[in-house]
């Protein structure tokens, strides 16, 4: 079956028809049903939508620099911070790492040449982009001013602008998008995978996926309702959520949060799968602990279905739920531990080599840490009720969600840009970009711990004198991040177009996907080069090229290789 | 965007020419990624099961809103629920459990490719979803008739104190006109005796008999306006007097016909009769038996049970658009299958679309009791 070619697979110059030219025309990415084209238009999709949202927080910074005497009115600014919230959260992180890099990566990843239903896949991009159109027309219909989670009985009774309908039909939609996403994963990994990928031997990033899906499908539905419900109360005064009408408010809370705990949980598990592939392949050691590593997803998937009530401990709940919520969140830290300690394993003893994504995945795993154990003073009700909605809590899930998901989809980008442009980024002012970012963030987000236990509330417009100097060093890191965001932007794009071409196997990866050319054919393989999986970490296959500046495969051999 | 032939249909590998490029496209339904029809249909299934998941999750939020609604309110669904109307129910509940028979029939006919019986089987579904909808669309509009809609579409307390107020100014009205007749009567009297005034005699008389038909007129029109009908437990809760009767009691007064049986209960436990004055029925003459008497609550009752008819309405109505979504797959696996698309090797369409129509099915057998039923 395998095509023996003892020959390094490394091509120094781009293949002639790859995916990205073997066809051209503003219409055949639109009508592509390609998963890597999709992927790429999510990808700058996203991306914009990262610019809005980074946008408004630049706002939200630079009016806290000046502290009340600011360039807002207390209106604008909870619209910017809500506009902030709601882009980033729907529009660019929920769909960011499964939807862009998921749809290049895992087709490839199992050997395959598509998901298992391209048409549900474009599909999806298209609902995407009309939720996205649905959020630009909130903007102009005056914005709202709700915050992203769109409490009632404020959305429904009190909010200003007249944005919260179109924002939640266009989240309602973006989450129909989520969910075909989702599906669309799931029977990929199900039904296709390479020649000899047994469970056990697929890549951690699709363990990640697959666990996201899972939580895709069962969470995300919820929201639909939630999201109609609220839309339908808003209209037509229903009273399910309004005291006077025998409803009750706090149950939107609890609709809410079922689905928007476990969709934290979406954002993180993907980034733990990228950042396992990361550690792995630039520390050239296999993965230590693979199966802890791959059940400790579906158990943080399973369990984070469990803890959406601690969001709610000072909702009026009852003490004996807010102490079962309590509990079974601090058992989520299990699973999350797990992980760390094998990244940690991974790299004891390994050869690292510190390139731009390993940069990302080590700060990916301090990061993440901080924000994981900060987490702990939420799940603890005594101090949940001090920390309640105050900085404290900003800082923790911005260290969750910017340090651990955005920090992994900057490792997994500039990890897998090679394979989809076929061009090497710049690394010097990759690692520059890196390092503002890196420092920024934590100048951002750090002084908010301490300002948010000191009894800073979050979304406030004004704060006390005494808040200033945290305020303010706050505000640099955010500018800091700023200058590292754009200066990352610039590096890839202008990698497209001035960058060298990268070989197919550019870091020494193991996984299928560096089997296969940079950019890859239409059909990720050439034919009659599929592969066949073997271990998905065995590093022994895999050697270095000088002559061709790149690593090359080794073939599958089932005798130095046993199925297992 | 220029493009020439050749490069448009390499352009285009995928589906929107199906015969696959690779050398395993034997059957022009297999699209290129898949190893054989085998695997295709595999997927195919698990997705729509996945799919299903999901629309369970969403019909699941809703029914946790009712259950939590109901735990926190039960009264408003006791009251509430009297209005619709079981027969219908149960007859759309027919309807569509034929429906499903008919078209897992269907996917059996399409297996066998038997496709005169595979349209035919399908057209019956098809009408099956339609006579729900059509049954769905008489009880929307009557209940949007009687105030009975969602939300701020919810006037039927108001249309109840209309009625009430109504039927107590008549009655006021009946009571002064007979009070005047009575007084014009004494003043004939008066006049008589002291003889004379016959022309004063003359006008009174005439204005009594006015009077008269007045009266008569508004003692026809009452009991179309109003009329006391069954009272619930409810009004024994009201009163304070639940704890008196127990659970036994209270569950004989919920399968009970009406006043009649709960006053029998009072009568037995030596309490007064209901006060039947708090309660208003109001007549609908398009309607039949029991169902003539629309409201059979007090205006404050029937306020509490304005959210009943909100989560009526969402429950029924997202289940509506599902059906309405059904109806258009059937329709369309229905021309597909009039051109003889289907074969035994491909035939998957006709039963994604079943296992659909069975979950759109399924969810309404749980409609059905939740809504219509219990109480």
Redesign the interface.
């Known amino acids: 079956m395998t095509t023996t070619t003892t020959q390094p697979t490394v091509l120094p110059q781009l293949p002639k028809k790859n995916f990205l030219n073997?066809?051209?025309?503003?219409?055949?990415w639109l009508s592509t049903?390609?998963h890597k084209r999709i992927g790429i238009m999510y990808l700058i999709g996203i991306t914009a939508a990262f610019g809005i949202g980074g946008f408004a927080a630049l706002a939200v910074r630079t009016e806290h620099f000046n502290g009340s005497e600011g360039m807002m009115s207390a209106d604008n600014y909870n619209k910017m911070f809500t506009l902030h919230g709601a882009a980033m959260v729907f529009l660019f992180i929920i769909p960011g790492i499964p939807a862009a890099l998921g749809n290049f990566a895992l087709p490839i990843l199992l050997g395959?040449?598509?998901v298992?239903?391209?048409?549900?896949n474009l599909f999806s991009f298209y609902l995407w982009c009309a939720g996205a159109v649905f959020f630009l027309i909130a903007i102009g219909m005056g914005g709202l001013d709700t915050g992203w989670t769109f409490y009632t009985p404020y959305s429904t009774g009190y909010a200003q602008g007249g944005g919260v309908i179109p924002a939640t039909f266009g989240a309602f939609i973006l989450g129909f998008s989520s969910?075909l996403t989702g599906?669309?994963f799931?029977?990929t990994v199900?039904?296709?995978r390479a020649p000899g990928q047994t469970w056990f031997k697929i890549p951690l990033f699709v363990w990640g996926l697959y666990a996201t899906a899972v939580i895709q499908?069962?969470?995300?539905?919820?929201l639909?309702?939630?999201l109609?419900?609220l839309i339908?109360?808003k209209?037509?005064?229903?009273?399910?959520f309004d005291p006077a009408?025998?409803?009750?408010p706090v149950?939107f809370q609890h609709?809410f949060w079922?689905y928007s705990h476990p969709a934290v949980y979406i954002m993180i598990l993907p980034a733990m799968g990228v950042v396992s592939e990361l550690i792995a392949t630039y520390s050239h050691k296999p993965i230590f602990g693979y199966k802890f590593i791959a059940f400790s997803s579906l158990a943080i998937a399973i369990l984070g279905f469990l803890v959406w009530g601690h969001h709610l401990f000072v909702s009026g709940q009852s003490t004996v739920m807010g102490g079962i919520f309590s509990f079974i969140t601090m058992f989520i830290a299990v699973p999350s531990a797990i992980k760390v300690w094998n990244w940690l394993a991974t790299m004891y003893k390994g050869s690292i080599s510190l390139k731009t994504p390993m940069l990302y995945g080590l700060s990916f795993i301090w990061v993440f840490s901080l924000g994981g154990l900060t987490g702990l003073h939420l799940a603890t009700m005594v101090t949940d009720i001090h920390l309640h909605d105050t900085y404290f809590v900003v800082a923790h899930f911005h260290y969750v969600m910017v340090g651990g998901t955005v920090f992994a989809f900057l490792g997994g980008l500039h990890h897998w840009w090679p394979k989809m442009f076929g061009r090497m980024y710049g690394e010097v002012s990759g690692v520059i970009s890196w390092v503002f970012i890196f420092v920024g963030f934590n100048v951002t987000f750090f002084p908010q711990f301490m300002m948010g236990s000191q009894g800073m509330a979050r979304r406030y417009w004004a704060y006390d004198p005494e808040f200033t100097f945290y305020h303010q060093v706050s505000s640099v890191g955010a500018w800091m991040q700023a200058v590292g965001f754009t200066l990352l932007l610039f590096t890839l794009v202008r990698s497209i177009f001035k960058g060298k071409p990268a070989p197919a196997n550019p870091w020494g990866g193991t996984t299928l996907e560096w089997q296969t050319a940079s950019p890859p054919p239409?059909?990720n393989f050439e034919?009659g080069e599929e592969p066949i999986a073997g271990e998905p970490y065995n590093f022994d296959r895999v050697e270095y090229d000088k002559e061709k500046g790149g690593y090359y495969h080794k073939p599958y051999d089932p005798n130095t290789e046993p199925a297992h | 965007m220029s493009q020439t032939a050749a490069e448009t249909n390499l352009a285009d590998p995928y589906g929107h020419d199906d015969h696959g490029h690779h050398g395993h496209g034997h059957d022009p339904n297999l699209a290129h990624h898949f190893e054989g029809m085998d695997q295709q249909v595999k997927s195919g299934k698990l997705g729509m099961w996945l799919f299903l998941a999901t629309e369970i999750l969403m019909f699941g939020g809703l029914f946790c809103a009712y259950f939590v609604w109901r735990a926190n309110s039960y009264e408003q669904f006791d009251i509430g629920h009297r209005y619709l109307s079981t027969f219908w129910g149960a007859f759309n509940t027919v309807l569509l459990l034929a429906s499903s028979f008919t078209m897992a029939w269907a996917v059996r006919a399409a297996q066998l490719e038997q496709r005169k019986l595979c349209v035919w089987l399908l057209g019956i579904t098809f009408v099956g979803g339609l006579g729900f909808m059509g049954v769905k669309a008489v009880e929307y509009g009557a209940k949007f008739s009687h105030g009975m809609g969602p939300g701020v579409f919810y006037k039927a307390d108001d249309h109840a104190r209309e009625i009430l107020d109504a039927h107590r100014n008549a009655t006021e009205d009946i009571a002064k006109l007979e009070a005047g007749i009575k007084a014009k009567n004494d003043q004939i009297a008066k006049a008589k005796a002291s003889g004379g005034e016959s022309d004063k005699v003359k006008s009174l008389e005439a204005e009594i008999a006015a009077d008269k038909q007045k009266v008569a007129a508004l003692k026809k029109a009452l009991p179309n306006m109003w009329q006391a009908k069954p009272a619930t437990v409810l009004d024994a809760k009201k009163h304070g007097e639940v704890e008196d009767h127990g659970l036994n009691v209270a569950a004989k007064l919920r399968v009970g016909k009406g006043y009649a049986d709960e006053d029998k209960i009072r009568a037995a436990k030596g309490l007064p009769a209901h006060d039947k004055d708090d309660l208003v029925a109001y007549k609908d003459e398009k309607l039949k038996g029991d169902q003539q008497y629309y409201f059979k609550h007090t205006p404050e009752e029937l306020r509490s049970a304005r959210t009943f008819f909100s989560i009526y309405f969402c429950l029924t109505g997202l289940h509506g658009i599902h059906v309405v979504v059904g109806m258009g797959l059937i329709l369309w696996i229905m021309l597909r299958a009039a051109k003889g698309q289907f074969t035994a090797t491909y035939n998957a369409p006709v039963d994604l679309v079943g296992l659909y129509w069975h979950l759109v099915d399924l969810i309404w057998i749980f409609l059905f009791p939740l809504l219509y039923l219990i109480h």
Request: with cysteine.
């Open positions: 073997c066809e051209r025309g503003l219409w055949s049903l390609d395959t040449k598509d298992a239903f391209p048409r549900l969910i599906l669309n799931i029977a199900h039904m296709l499908i069962l969470a995300t539905p919820v639909a309702i939630t109609l419900l339908v109360e209209t037509m005064a229903v009273g399910i009408l025998g409803g009750d149950l609709f079922f239409h059909f034919e």
